[in-house]
């Protein structure tokens, strides 16, 4: 059995790296042919299509009445976007980072990661007002997004340029149902050899099922940061934290009331922390180095010893 999880999980890896690839290309190729910088299609395309597991299981559980793990699920997955993949990525490959990124986007995280916690404290739960205000926010911040877009101008690509839409469509849907059945396969292997170790459930959910949420987000950002596409990369966190905060936890709050209590205030004001420390990392240069990637690795182990000892 071991034998069998150890080849499921290689198969998984193999279609997380071959989908990121075909995804990141269909995404600069849409970035080519709508005319629009690859840091907006990195903030709304890719950003949305890898936060699908956190949206599939925060949607699903407020529909089965658990809403909680929703807040969990989106802060977890927010700490270790930032900590963990943008910190192996920054130590993979430098990072540079968009100009309007430093100045809005970083920025306007911040506001929002602040946000939740405000909100949840004030209201003692997530309820239809706050998923209210979050759709609104979500809303204005793409409309804003489609009209930077418009008014910018955009360097070719032949490559990109030479995929029709037909090929473009194949590389989004393909790669990225190529990315959520190998994160998938992955994970699933990984349980299965940790159960017959005797790791525990908790220790499982907090390592190997958050790590797995996040894969597709790991292999997009690692793949358009090896191309070349430091935009996409950076766009993909940045993209995927926000639509975690103002999509999903929004969305879950319309559907079902989410409690929100003092149990939260650590992961909370690391979440924040987390995107306070990538402005100020880049603001002056505009770049993401391995030091800071080192930084962001050790945060997150610390946090990680302190979940385990909870």
Known sequence: MILLNVALIIVGFVLLI?????????????????????????????AFGTSAPEAAVSIKSALSGSAGIAIGNVLGSNIMNVCVILGLTACVVKLSIDADAIKIDIPFLIVVSILLPILGFSFGEFHWITGCIFWAL????????????IKTEVEEDEEAKNLGPIMILLFLIGGMAAIVIGSSLAVDGAKAIA?????????????????????????????????????????????????????ILGTTSLIHPVPFGMEY???????????????????????????HGIVYLLVYAIYLAYLLMK
């Not at 005319?35 to 890719?46: A, H, N, R, S």
């Not at 979500?138 to 877009?149: E, M, P, Q, S």
């Not at 159960?195 to 894969?215: M, P």
């Not at 505009?286 to 030091?291: A, H, I, Q, S």
Request: with cysteine.
């Open 195 to 247: 159960l017959s170790f005797g790791v525990s459930d908790r220790v499982i959910g907090l390592t190997i099922i958050a790590f797995g949420t996040s894969l597709p987000e790991l292999m997009t950002s690692l793949t358009a940061a090896r191309k070349g596409n430091a935009d996409i990369a950076v766009g993909n966190i940045v993209g995927s934290n926000l639509f975690n905060i103002l999509f």
């Open 138 to 149: 979500l809303i204005g911040y793409i409309v804003f997004l489609i009209r930077k877009a």
């Open 265 to 291: 205030l650590i992961d909370a004001l690391l979440a924040i922390g987390a995107v306070v420390l990538l402005w100020l990392f880049t603001c002056k240069n505009r770049v993401l180095e391995r030091k």
């Open 18 to 46: 071959k989908g990121a690839d075909f995804f990141v290309d269909g995404a600069v190729a849409v970035a080519q042919k709508v005319g629009v910088p690859q840091i907006v299609v990195g903030l709304t395309i890719v």
